[in-house]
């Protein structure tokens, strides 16, 4: 179901709550989506013609814009499709499929996969240990956006089993005719109490 079709709703039938504005509603579809029990996926689009979902995703957090073709995926299915991506696919080699280690011909026969030419085991992948990342948050709606960062990465990253997720906020200002006294003195004092790090927090010329 489209996500903006859902969003009318709240607009021309009496009887559902009235929202604030579409901030709010996409706040409510991303907290649900994100959820490890969610009751629905979420996609980009989808292709009727293929029956596919683009940018299908389950228990993640979708993106902060949602596209005006975003749709909403009911669990069972977005599951469904999920699980039948990840299945393995056939690879052909020379005019045979090898399936699980076999290779088939067309007389059905079955023979071990060969080793590597250089008689080497072949080596897995090494998985990333370390995620790094600076965004710069605007003043226009700053704590929405800040909302955003930590449900759509830090809690995602979060996930990992073992995984340790340390969130910095550096705030930089710049004034071409100086900061006033007063307004140093309140900020140093505020700063003080929200234990910013003294060795790095101060005013200068």
Same mark, same amino acid.
């Given at each position: 179901?489209?996500?903006?079709?859902?969003?009318?709703?709240?607009?021309?039938?009496?009887?559902?709550?009235?929202?604030?504005?579409? !901030?709010?509603?996409?706040?409510? @579809?991303?907290?649900? *989506? %994100?959820?490890? +029990?969610?009751?629905?996926?979420?996609?980009?689009?989808?292709?009727?013609?293929?029956?596919?979902?683009?940018?299908?995703?389950?228990?993640?957090?979708?993106?902060?814009?949602?596209?005006?073709?975003?749709?909403?995926?009911?669990?069972?299915?977005?599951?469904?499709?999920?699980?039948?991506?990840?299945?393995?696919?056939?690879?052909? !080699?020379?005019?045979?499929?090898? @399936?699980?280690?076999? *290779? %088939?011909?067309? +007389?059905?026969?079955?023979?071990?996969?060969?080793?590597?030419?250089?008689?080497?085991?072949?080596?897995?992948?090494?998985?990333?240990?370390?995620?790094?990342?600076?965004?710069?948050?605007?003043?226009?709606?700053?704590?929405?956006?800040?909302?955003?960062?930590?449900?759509?990465?830090?809690?995602?990253?979060?996930?990992?089993?073992?995984?340790?997720?340390?969130?910095?906020?550096?705030?930089?200002?710049?004034?071409?005719?100086?900061?006033?006294?007063?307004?140093?003195?309140?900020?140093?004092?505020?700063?003080?109490?929200?234990?910013?790090?003294?060795?790095?927090?101060?005013?200068?010329?």
């Amino acid at each position: 179901m489209a996500v903006g079709e859902v969003a009318d709703w709240f607009t021309t039938y009496v009887y559902l709550p009235k929202l604030r504005d579409r !901030v709010v509603f996409d706040k409510a @579809v991303s907290d649900a *989506v %994100t959820k490890l +029990d969610a009751a629905f996926g979420f996609a980009d689009g989808y292709d009727e013609a293929t029956g596919e979902y683009q940018g299908l995703i389950y228990a993640k957090a979708p993106p902060v814009f949602m596209p005006p073709t975003a749709v909403l995926v009911r669990a069972e299915v977005a599951r469904d499709h999920l699980q039948r991506r990840q299945k393995p696919m056939p690879a052909t !080699v020379g005019g045979v499929s090898t @399936v699980g280690g076999t *290779v %088939t011909g067309d +007389d059905d026969t079955r023979h071990p996969e060969a080793p590597p030419a250089s008689g080497d085991p072949v080596a897995a992948p090494r998985q990333p240990r370390r995620f790094y990342g600076s965004v710069e948050i605007e003043l226009v709606r700053p704590i929405r956006v800040f909302e955003d960062i930590v449900n759509a990465v830090a809690l995602q990253l979060q996930r990992t089993p073992g995984a340790k997720v340390k969130l910095t906020l550096e705030v930089e200002a710049e004034a071409p005719e100086g900061f006033a006294e007063a307004d140093v003195g309140i900020v140093r004092d505020n700063a003080r109490q929200l234990k910013f790090k003294a060795e790095s927090t101060g005013f200068e010329e």
